[in-house]
């Protein structure tokens, strides 16, 4: 089996979706190996950068931590002194014992301190015909040791050791960050690729390690072959192609299908070693656990996973510095054939190049090079009515728990299934509506084909949708007036069913695909909410549908205003266990039906508040994020009053100099229970580019709130 291409069988595409294709003119060549910022040095002189980032430990943290080069904490917070504390108690003890050993070389204190180098020596050798070179080097090791006892107690007291841990521990970890690192072992260092020469691919690893060494291969090369060798040792794909195509290819060995191997801009630090993507550094902060302190904070699937939900101000950085990083991410991972990534946004969202995308789907524009399936490609009528209804009434829906949304399946399907028997597939925009309307001459029309067919079933239930469009309060007349929406000019030659346009279907999320789709939010504001709708009921239909979750499938919401639905909620729900996520941005939880707001922050896993976000809505985050047990110190200042007369002769003598009364403070030391972040910290104490973030993994791993400055 050759593996050129992706190496897995399960990555061809279908006709459900348009073949990615590299751009025209891009050359053939990879490029040069990105390495993100911060990386050191590599280990020899001469090698490429991605030499030493395979090589690279990363240590096992926190969730929500940067794993590249981080370096884990005690596990305990040690009782640290200022510097200047430590720096003044050291030059005062040395003081004083330098003051204590000259009084006593001296002999202002006596020679008492002599006592036992007289006790422990021969008395001969003080005598005038006695050794007195032995009493001189005797006397002089007595020195040392006392000059030494001098020391250990001083040096104790003064705490000179923890003065110069701190004060050499940056000069030695910079010293030790510069320094030529030694080569690991050849079973540690991930450049010569040994589980593929211990896998039986002895020639391959040699081929691999030769592309790394010349520069030939990137991060992406490395993480697309390193998941080709896994599905091997799963046994999805034979050893002996891969083995074949890694010889005849190198570093382009198993490509993505667009043939691309690196985006063409990269905003955030990435590392595919560990699917990781970096999106700040936690704040020194008290408030911040003390494992975060000063840690990279990053992403990565094992956390979308649970879906994000992001809230804040416009402004605030939830495209710049979340959205689009997380996108970037994803797209990397597409290309080393790991997930599969959906992004939605507003028209000029800034998401992403062109050029970093397999299909871009351009609603109401007549330049867009792809369609978007309305029926997400599948083929059954109450699977396909359910998810519509989802998209155009699945807003109504928060008063009365699924009620307009199974209502209006239920009338879909009753049209939906007879279309298709008669005509072979779905009807499109325009003949929905007319059918929704009751149009005689589209309900004749479909009658006469299912008559011809002879369907009695269908026409049962043709008759049965026009017995209920009689009644009073049929919702056939609301989803008329939703679906009008996309009945529009602007939509013209979208949503065709009929298969003669380029169609982008939500089905292909087995495979390593990227799409972006923009939504034509000005001037169609209620369309394109619409469309997110229909999005998300989509994507958590077909993700939880694979038959192979090997790929993470990942939705970015930019903008998930009015999308969040009672339905929507039922399918983030099952994401976790479908290897899937969603990212949701939000302005504010007012865009949330308040029925819902609850419910959305418990079912997501990570929550993230920017700065600027309104008391109630912090108020929301902090009932979520709960209490912790933390330490308190209340100080209480008590006038001391004396009646002795001298006392009270010193205490006046001490007001007139400081103006201030003799007091004695008290410390009461209490453990109390209070809100990690409270809604008046969360609405006025973050600063301006900063976002507080909590996250979960899908294996139940959580971390508690953490302080991130976004721009570091």
Known sequence: MDTEGTHDARNTHSPGIPHPAAPPGRPAAPPMPKVPPGRPAPAEAGEPPLVGWLRAPRPETEPGIWRYG????????????????LVSGAVISFLCGWLLWSLLWNGYLGGYWMWPLVALTPDSWRQASGDKMAYVWASYLYYGLVIVAFLVVFGRLGRWAELGRRLAAPVLRRRE???????????????????????????????????????????????????????????????????????????????????????PHRSAPHDLLTDQVRIGTALDDLRNPYQHRGAGIALQPALLGTSLLAVGPPGSGKTSRLTRPVVEAMSLQALAGRA?????????AELGPDAAFDAIVKAGRPDSPCDLDLYGGTTDPDEAAAVLAEALVGDLAA????????RAGTVLGQLLGPFRVAYGRFPGVAELRELLDGAPEATAALRSALEAAGEQGALRELDARERQAQRAGDVGALLADRIALLDRPAFAGFFDPTGQSRQVSLRALDRPLRVRIDLPERGHADASRILARLVLAQFTECAVARSDRSVFACLVLDDASHVVTQEALRGLQRLRSANAGVVLTLRALDDVPEALRGALLGTVGCRMAFAGVTTWDGARFAEVWGKAWVETRDV?????????????????????????????????????????WSASDLANAVPAGHAVLSVTSVTGESAPPVLVDLRG
Do not use: Y
């Open 70 to 85: 981080h370096r884990v904490r005690p596990a305990e917070e040690p009782d640290r002194a200022p510097t200047r504390q």
């Open 177 to 263: 960050e510069h320094a030529p690192q030694a080569a690991p072992a050849p079973a540690a260092d991930g450049s010569l690729w040994p589980a593929v020469r211990q896998g039986g691919a002895p020639d391959a690893a040699e081929k691999l390690a030769a592309e790394t060494r010349s520069g030939r291969m990137n991060d992406v090369d490395a993480a697309r072959i390193e998941r080709a060798w896994r599905s091997v040792q799963a046994g999805r794909n034979s050893l002996a192609s891969f083995t074949d195509t890694v010889l005849r290819h190198g570093a382009a060995a198993c490509p993505h299908p667009s043939g691309l191997r690196d985006l």
């Open 340 to 348: 599969a990534v959906v992004a939605v946004g507003a028209a000029g």
């Open 399 to 406: 008063g009365a728990p699924g009620g307009e949304s199974r």
């Open 636 to 676: 209480t200042d008590r006038q001391i009053v004396s009646d002795e007369p001298f006392t009270k002769l010193m205490h006046s003598i001490r007001r007139l100099v400081t103006g201030k009364d003799v007091t004695a403070k008290a410390v009461t030391v209490r453990t109390v229970e209070r809100e990690r």
